[in-house]
């Protein structure tokens, strides 16, 4: 439906092609490092045997091109593990190894509603529901700054979200969603609204609509 | 019967005009948009759609015509010959309204004239009349006319059309009809305009309508910009908003003193601001903070009336310290400083001047200038340059 009215020049929230790129980790996370953003180093790969050479240098995370919620995200540590992993993927599915980042505290997961820039901390993986609530913090000007450069570097997102993990004082971008769950941002359904339809009022000829 | 009125704009037409025609007067506007003039020479009318408590009219304001501003021959003719002539233009452009109505009156007979100024000040009326007396070399011709203060009662948040492209217009507002206008200044009778009130007591009026509506208002936008939202219906539905918002309302209700606050019932007030089809936006309703942070307007005026009747006017006073932060986007704390002496005419180092600046600096800590609040009382959180609702009137 998204694609059909894109091609008859609607204004969608977020853009059709935007969001249709951010499904597929694989373009989302090419596109972050041609940026220059800080991702882990990253490899695609549709054999177990690809990661296995990476394990000689520590823990790859192993994730599918197309999951999301962290579905099918597993931490390999030693090669045994693989084989598990075989198991988990979808024949002829690309996965993304990322080099573990040893995290020096909490998951940070960033939210972006129309350039306003939410952060909450969660445990990984989080089990209860607290958990996945999560704790806000104060997010500071590089993360803030980080949130501009990841919306403009996928093609201009005005609702997303970044999974951050601060290794050594490195804030690695080790995820992106084009609309994700805004859990832990408060109020967030009512900002959500309000910016979407902030949006709608600043895109139709005949913005406002009159009641009726 | 003629009426004329300057300022074709939200209340002009969707208060003014509309009553007038109901009325049954035959309403010439004056305005400055050239479009604008042309739009409603061509068609006439327009739309007024008044949406509240879940139902909503249409009404049709048919039969009226536009003259340009600047045709000051053909406005003179309109005033000499008008029963009645109505301000709406905005407290900095009614002196400019004013050799136009002195033209007319120059020129006019010796019958009864009501000028009725519905600008947002104390008494416009008196104003406009005093500019306008200025301008006149007879000022015998000003013994049979009025200048009376009118204060509407209506939200008129919107006019939506197109008139470069000639496309319909229609105003959108909310039901209140009431008109109270400024009986010690009416020498005649009153006006036939459904909904106007003639007030003994004027300034009364005013002071009801700001110390309550006016600062619940005011609330709902400027916290309402702190935590990003665009519409005021959306910020009064933040839990947290909504709460202080209230709390404001209370608080000016027991400025009032207890006759003059039984004209309010803070919830039914609320419900008006919730509005949704109004889609009244933060940045309008809180446009000109340095004006609404004046020592007897709508958010220092009731805080100060609270104070002396001994209720403390907290939800108040963090209201005067959000619009502070809207009216200094900078946050300098020595611009701030001197805008709370200077406008509010409150020092910040003792009472409530004090309070007002302690609250200014938790909220305007910490988040850059860019910020917006994930809550009111916690730290602020980063945002992108984008992001902040801007609101216009502040200092550079």
Redesign the interface.
């Known amino acids: 439906v998204a694609g059909a009215l894109h091609a008859q020049g609607a204004h969608i929230v977020n853009p059709f092609p935007v969001s249709l790129a951010c499904r597929d980790k694989v373009i989302t996370t090419a596109l972050l490092q041609a940026a220059g953003l800080p991702v882990p180093e990253t490899r695609v790969t549709t054999s177990p045997a690809d990661v296995a050479e990476l394990l000689a240098d520590g823990p790859v995370v192993c994730k599918p091109a197309r999951g999301s919620q962290g579905r099918g995200v597993r931490v390999v540590r030693d090669a045994d593990q693989l084989a598990g992993l075989a198991h988990a993927a979808l024949p002829g599915e690309p996965w993304l190894a990322q080099r573990y980042q040893p995290a020096d505290g909490p998951d940070r997961k960033l939210y972006?509603?129309?350039?306003?820039?939410?952060?909450v901390e969660r445990v990984w993986p989080a089990r209860t529901y607290q958990e996945k609530v999560g704790r806000?913090f104060?997010?500071?000007?590089t993360?803030?700054d980080l949130?501009?450069r990841c919306g403009s570097a996928v093609g201009g997102l005005s609702l997303f979200g970044v999974d951050v993990v601060e290794s050594g004082g490195i804030p690695y971008v080790v995820d992106m969603s084009s609309f994700p769950g805004f859990k832990g941002v408060?109020?967030a359904a009512?900002?959500l609204?309000?910016?979407l339809?902030?949006t709608a009022?600043n895109s139709a000829?005949?913005?406002?609509?009159?009641?009726? | 019967v003629q009426a004329v009125v300057f300022g074709p704009g939200r209340i002009g037409c969707g208060l003014v005009g509309l009553a007038l025609k109901a009325g049954g007067y035959d309403v010439t506007f004056v305005g400055r948009d050239p479009d604008f003039v042309r739009h409603l020479r061509r068609v006439g009318g327009y739309r007024v759609v008044l949406t509240g408590g879940g139902s909503t009219h249409a009404h049709e304001v048919d039969g009226v015509s536009c003259l340009d501003v600047r045709d000051v021959e053909h406005v003179a003719a309109a005033v000499a010959g008008a029963d009645l002539v109505a301000t709406a233009v905005g407290s900095t452009r009614l002196a400019d309204v004013a050799p136009l109505l002195a033209a007319g009156l120059a020129r006019r007979g010796r019958g009864p004239l009501a000028v009725l100024a519905f600008e947002n000040e104390a008494d416009p009326g008196r104003r406009l009349g005093g500019l306008v007396a200025e301008r006149l070399p007879d000022r015998s011709v000003l013994g049979s006319v009025s200048f009376a203060s009118a204060l509407a009662h209506r939200v008129v948040s919107c006019r939506v059309g197109d008139v470069r492209a000639d496309l319909p217009l229609t105003l959108v507002g909310d039901p209140p009809a009431d008109v109270d206008v400024d009986g010690s200044a009416l020498a005649g009778p009153p006006p036939r305009m459904p909904g106007l009130l003639v007030a003994d007591d004027y300034p009364g009026c005013v002071r009801r309508k700001l110390f309550v509506f006016g600062a619940g208002h005011a609330a709902a936008a400027y916290l309402g910009a702190l935590k990003g939202y665009h519409f005021v219906h959306a910020a009064v539905r933040d839990p947290e908003i909504r709460r202080e918002v209230l709390a404001v309302l209370h608080e000016g209700c027991a400025a009032l003193g207890p006759t003059d606050r039984r004209a309010w019932h803070p919830a039914a007030v609320l419900r008006r601001y919730e509005n949704a089809a109004l889609d009244d936006t933060v940045s309008r309703v809180g446009r000109e903070p340095l004006r609404k942070l004046g020592a007897d307007e709508r958010i220092v005026g009731p805080a100060r009336a609270a104070v002396t009747v001994g209720v403390p006017p907290r939800a108040l006073t963090l209201t005067a310290a959000a619009a502070l932060v809207a009216a200094i986007p900078s946050r300098d704390p020595s611009q701030t400083r001197e805008l709370l002496w200077r406008v509010c005419r409150l020092s910040p180092y003792r009472g409530l001047g004090r309070e007002v600046w302690r609250c200014w600096a938790r909220l305007a800590d910490g988040g850059g200038r860019q910020a917006v609040l994930l809550s009111l009382s916690r730290p602020t959180w980063a945002a992108r340059p984008a992001s902040p609702v801007p609101l216009t009137g502040h200092v550079a």
């Open positions: 972006s509603i129309g350039g306003q820039v939410f952060g806000p104060t997010v500071d000007e993360l803030s949130m501009g408060p109020d009512l900002r609204a309000d910016h339809y902030w009022r000829p005949l913005a406002p609509a009159v009641p009726v």
